[in-house]
């Protein structure tokens, strides 16, 4: 049984997988392709495939590369279009929050509570602090002090550099009359 010159196994004269170079040295078609894109020579006897194999490689990497180009434009489209729904979605959420300081100025804060509810499955850390240090804010102006204080203090916990955080939380324990950790608070709030 002759065996493929590149990976040594054997070949099924049955089959039609393989291919053999002008002097009769059998490679399976598969082993060929690959060693086709660095060679147009039999690896043993170097003497040159002929035209009609060389051409049926030329036709398939030219496929592959039309196969390659095509994936690369759906991948781009795609990149595209979570480009423009990430916009879209940075855009609402903007619009929410102006809407919400809206009905914080307006004193509409169970309305304000209510919208922020909507956007509670936020998946950026940075919205998320975002929809915290509101409920924060919102519940001081309610006079809530201790719900403030629960939703400034776990914001603070985890991102440290929130002045406007630290400022509530400073205010919400100077209304509860706890005036060292006031002070702690505005301290940070600078
Ligand atoms: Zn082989
Ligand atoms: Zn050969």
């Known amino acids: 049984m002759p065996s493929c010159i590149i990976c040594h196994n054997e070949i099924e004269k049955k089959n039609s997988l393989h291919e053999e170079c002008p002097n009769g040295h059998q490679i399976h078609k598969e082993c060929l392709k690959k060693w086709l894109s660095q060679s147009y020579y039999c690896p043993l006897c170097n003497s040159k495939y002929n035209e009609v194999i060389i051409n049926e490689f030329k036709l398939y990497q030219k496929e592959k590369e039309k196969e390659k180009e095509k994936e690369l434009e759906i991948k781009k489209q795609q990149e595209n279009l979570i480009k423009i729904q990430k916009i879209e979605e940075t855009n609402i959420f903007l619009k929410m929050i102006e809407f919400i300081e809206q009905l914080i100025d307006n004193e509409e804060y ?3 509570l209510d919208k922020l509810d909507e ?16 409920r924060g804010k919102i519940n001081f102006m309610r006079k809530k002090y201790d719900i403030a204080i629960s939703y400034l203090f776990k914001l603070v916990k985890e991102n440290f550099n929130y002045p406007e955080a630290f400022n509530y939380l400073g205010k919400s ?15 940070r709030a600078k």
């Open 173 to 187: 324990y100077k209304a509860l009359g706890l005036n060292d950790q006031a002070e702690w608070a505005f301290k």
């Open 110 to 112: 169970e309305q304000a």
């Open 119 to 134: 956007f509670e499955d936020k998946e950026s850390i940075e919205d998320k602090h975002t929809l915290m240090f509101l």
